[in-house]
């Protein structure tokens, strides 16, 4: 598989029973429906998978027309729900995401202010 944003060849990294595929250039994670989930959920998955350099993952965001790397239809721009500043690419058609280096480890980690936006949010009427 080719990566939606360098064109770098991707490579399968396991956790546990779930293969994705990592650019071996810009560290980009391809995620397939519901692996991004399941991914989340397992503590230190972020170690394994998501070894690319942030800094690169941040100028790759830049990026225009992002093209699915499974059914190569047009991907839509996405935020993380409670962290509006990480934005990644998901297709509408696989249901596949793509995040850059970093954006995965970065989703796993709340910081102190997305926690209390959290805790207050559901007090609001």
Known sequence: MQCPKCLGKMSKVRVEDIVIDRCDNCGGLWFDEGELQKLLAIKGSERVIDTGDPALG????????????????????????????????????????????????????????????????????
């Open 58 to 125: 941040k100028s790759m965001n830049q990026t225009g027309r992002v093209e699915c790397p499974r059914c190569h239809n047009p991907m839509i721009k996405m935020v993380v729900p409670q962290q509006a500043h990480i934005q990644f690419e998901s297709c509408i058609v696989c249901y596949g995401a793509f995040f850059d280096a970093g954006e995965f480890t970065d989703a796993k980690h709340l910081t102190l202010a997305e926690r209390l936006t959290d805790f207050v949010r559901p007090m609001r009427k």
